[in-house]
C-alpha cells in the first residue's frame, strides 16, 4: 500500500497519535506525518503510507498556511493559551497600531525557538527540561513570513492569517508581536489550512479515514513540470543512473511511458540525474 492521506487532525491529538491510529486502520506500518502540529491545533497533516513516505522531507521543507487566534495583554510560559499565566494587562491596541505592528513581522525574520518545543539541545528536548523549570539559552533561527494578514480585530483578540516558512512557530509570532507592542501576547487558536499544495479542502476527518482516500505520491509535486522517458532512459532511470534529456535545467516529475510515477528528477546541461526514486523495488 503505497500513497498519502490528507487528514484534517483533531484538536488534542498529536501528530504522533495520529499516525499509530492510521497504523491501524491502514494496516500498514511504514507511516510518517509532513509536518508537526501541536496538540491544541487542528487542521492540515499530510500522512504518507509506504514507500511514499520517501517523500516526507519534501512536504516538511513545503511552506504552510494557518489561521491562529491572537490575545494581547497576556503571556504564558508556553506562548499559548494552554499554559501558565506569567503577566497579565489590560490591552486595547488601535487596529492601525497592530497594522503597523505586523508590517515588521513579515519577510525574513529571526526568531527564538521557545522551551515548550521538541527542539534538542545537548541530547535533551527542550520540552522536556521546561516541564522541570529549566531555560537553556536557544539560538534564534531565520524563517521567513510570506503573507501576513489580520482578519479581525477588537482592540484585544482577533485572528491572523500566516503563509511562511519551515521552522516558524507560530505563538511565538504571537508572543513576539504581543513583546513589539509593549503588553504582550499569546496564540489562543491553530488552524493549518494549507501544507504546500495540500489544502484544508483535501482533507479528511480521521473518523472517515480508509485506503481508497490515499491519493499518488507525485501529487505531491503537482506544482513542477512532468517529463517522460524512453525506454533507453527508462533503464537508466531504474538503475539509478544519469541518462541525457532534452528538458531544460530544473526540476521535473518523471513517467514512465506507460504513465508509472518514477521519481523526482533534476536536469542540467542536458543531463538528468535523480534527487529522490519512488518506484517500486522488487
Not at 212 to 232: Q, R, T
Not at 253 to 281: A, Q
Amino acid at each position: 500500500m503505497t500513497g498519502i492521506i490528507i487528514i484534517n487532525k483533531p484538536a488534542d491529538w498529536t501528530s504522533h497519535d495520529v499516525v499509530a491510529k492510521l497504523r491501524g486502520i491502514l494496516h500498514e506500518r511504514r507511516i510518517g506525518h509532513g509536518g508537526t502540529l501541536d496538540p491544541m491545533a487542528t487542521g492540515v497533516l499530510p500522512v504518507f503510507v509506504g514507500r511514499a513516505t520517501r517523500a516526507v522531507e519534501f512536504i516538511e521543507n513545503a511552506d504552510k498556511e494557518y489561521v491562529c487566534g491572537i490575545r494581547l495583554g497576556v503571556t504564558t510560559d508556553t506562548q499559548d493559551i494552554t499554559g501558565n499565566v506569567l503577566t497579565e494587562t489590560e490591552a486595547d491596541v488601535p487596529e492601525g497600531e497592530l497594522r503597523k505592528a505586523l508590517a515588521g513581522f513579515t519577510g525574513e525574520i529571526s526568531q527564538i525557538p521557545p522551551m515548550y518545543s521538541a527542539i534538542k539541545v545537548n541530547g535533551k528536548k527542550l520540552y522536556q527540561l521546561a516541564r522541570k523549570g529549566v531555560e537553556v539559552e536557544r539560538q534564534p533561527r531565520v524563517i521567513t513570513i510570506h503573507d501576513l494578514e489580520l482578519l479581525d480585530w477588537d482592540g484585544r483578540e482577533g485572528h491572523l492569517r500566516v503563509v511562511c516558512s519551515k521552522g516558524t512557530y507560530i505563538r511565538t509570532l504571537c508572543h513576539d508581536i504581543g513583546e513589539i507592542l509593549g503588553c504582550g501576547g499569546v496564540m489562543t487558536s491553530l488552524v493549518r489550512t494549507r501544507v504546500g499544495v495540500y489544502r484544508a479542502e483535501d482533507a479528511a476527518e480521521l473518523e472517515d479515514a480508509s485506503p481508497d482516500m490515499l491519493i499518488p505520491v507525485d501529487s505531491v509535486f503537482a506544482d513542477l513540470p512532468a517529463c517522460c522517458v524512453g525506454e533507453s532512459q527508462l533503464k537508466k532511470c531504474l538503475n539509478g543512473a544519469e541518462f541525457k534529456t532534452d528538458a531544460p535545467d530544473g526540476k521535473y516529475r518523471v513517467y514512465g511511458e506507460d504513465g508509472r510515477f518514477l521519481m523526482l528528477g533534476e536536469t542540467k546541461n542536458g543531463i538528468m540525474r535523480t534527487v529522490k526514486s519512488f518506484f517500486e523495488v522488487s
